[in-house]
């Protein structure tokens, strides 16, 4: 009967440190989502730039070679240009997608659409040039929050674990 108390006690003590660790993996994973949407952009302008392709096109190219939850919001824009204006597109496409952004970075984001597709090569750089910049500000404020609450996560986690475990023996 003892044995059975103590690996419950040491699999609430595991969960708590888990709920901790994975709390604390979305600060990892926003970073690493705002840094990989940061080099999509700057690939698109490129595409623009020098290629000429149209939108759907580089959209496909950039969702095969994104990570997995940035590559979907490139697809789905892609998929949605089909019967949606490429702003109407890159909007849905961005609420639709499920990652670690804020909603201030989805905002962000969404300030991408204003001029996709409707102005000419110089218009639409000069958009992604300045999501780019506002990019930037994300990821220097992702940079602070990770740092400040990921370890925290962690250290609560643990902490409340010990505690249920002391408290319930």
């Not at 969702?63 to 789905?76: G, M, P, T, V």
């Not at 240009?81 to 969404?110: G, H």
């Not at 910049?133 to 602070?144: M, R, S, V």
Request: aromatic fraction near 8%; charge should be neutral; hydrophobic fraction near 40%.
């Amino acid at each position: 009967m003892q044995i059975i108390k103590y690996i419950m006690l040491f699999l609430i003590f595991i969960s708590a440190n888990l709920i901790g660790k994975i709390i604390a993996k979305k600060y990892t994973d926003r970073l690493q989502e705002l840094e990989e949407m940061k080099n999509a952009l700057n690939i698109f302008k490129s595409k623009i730039k020098f290629t000429y392709q149209p939108i759907p096109e580089i959209f496909e190219e950039i969702s095969n070679n994104s990570n997995r939850n940035i590559s979907n919001i490139f697809k789905s824009s892609r998929e949605n240009m089909e019967n949606l204006s490429a702003e109407e597109a890159w909007i849905k496409a961005i609420e639709e997608s499920k990652n670690n952004l804020t909603k201030e970075d989805k905002n962000t984001l969404k300030m991408l659409s204003k001029l996709l597709g409707q102005t000419d090569v110089n218009g639409q750089i000069s958009q992604i040039e300045i999501t780019e910049n506002f990019l930037e500000t994300q990821i220097k404020q992702a940079q602070e929050e990770k740092q400040k609450n990921e370890k925290l996560y962690i250290r609560l986690g643990t902490t409340i674990g010990l505690v249920i475990v002391i408290i319930l023996i």
